[in-house]
Each structure stands twice: as C-alpha cells, then as structure tokens.
C-alpha cells in the first residue's frame, strides 16, 4: 500500500521561504515522478515535478519565475519543494503527488498515489 506525507506548511509573511518534504512509502521510489500541485480556491495548479532515478527533468509551472526548487533523496524516499520569495498568491494546500514513470509528469490525471497536502499561508 502506498503512503505518501507531506510537512512543512506554515504561516510566513510575504518574501519568506519554506521547504516542503514528502516522504513516499510502498513504491519503487528511485523509479516514481514526484510532482507538487496546490489547491487555491478556484483551482488545481500543477507546481514542479521530477523526473525518476537521478532527477535530471524538472519541470516547472510559469508562476514559479525561479522562486521555487524540486529535488528529491531517493536514500530517503523523500521529495522537497523549497520555496523562496513567497507571494500572498502562494497561499494553498501544497499536496504531493507519485507514480511510476520513465519521466516527469505535469498533469495531474496521471498521478494515481496522493498526499492529503500541507498548508502554505503567506501573508502581505
């Protein structure tokens, strides 16, 4: 059974950085494309993915603008998001995404294993 947890939401003000962890349980890990999505109001946005094994294709979403970084430890089983120059707009539940693959996948449809998500509140 696959398990995934994420930590490390919180409350920060506006240009303060936070790094989220998500730990990955029951999957071929080293093999899996990690993504981070984030659920505003409105909507589900994709945020950043990883690419198996070495993590060499990240992609990322265009609001990101370089603030944030996807990395991953596959000794750990863990994916990181660190977040630089939060924005009020950054404000979501942050959720973690895996599945097996050969590459980094975007879309959110592909990924079958979830997290229940951790919250970002950042204010002005």
């Known amino acids: 059974q696959v398990s995934i947890s994420e930590s490390g939401g919180g409350s920060v003000q506006s240009g303060d950085s936070l790094r989220l962890s998500c730990v990955v349980s029951?999957?071929?890990?080293?093999?899996?494309?990690l993504a981070w999505f984030r659920q505003a109001p409105r909507e589900q946005q994709f945020v950043a993915a990883i690419?198996?094994?070495?993590?060499?294709?990240?992609r990322y979403a265009d609001f990101v603008q370089g603030r944030f970084t996807i990395s991953r430890d596959n000794a750990k089983n863990t994916v990181y998001l660190q977040m630089d120059t939060l924005k009020p707009e950054d404000t979501a539940t942050y959720s973690c995404?895996?599945?097996?693959?050969?590459?980094?996948?975007?879309?959110?449809?592909?990924?079958?294993?979830w997290g229940i998500g951790t919250l970002v509140a950042v204010s002005s």
């Open positions: 995404a895996a599945r097996p693959a050969t590459r980094a996948h975007i879309l959110a449809s592909d990924y079958r294993y």
């Open positions: 029951g999957l071929n890990f080293k093999w899996a494309s």
């Open positions: 690419s198996p094994e070495d993590g060499s294709e990240k």
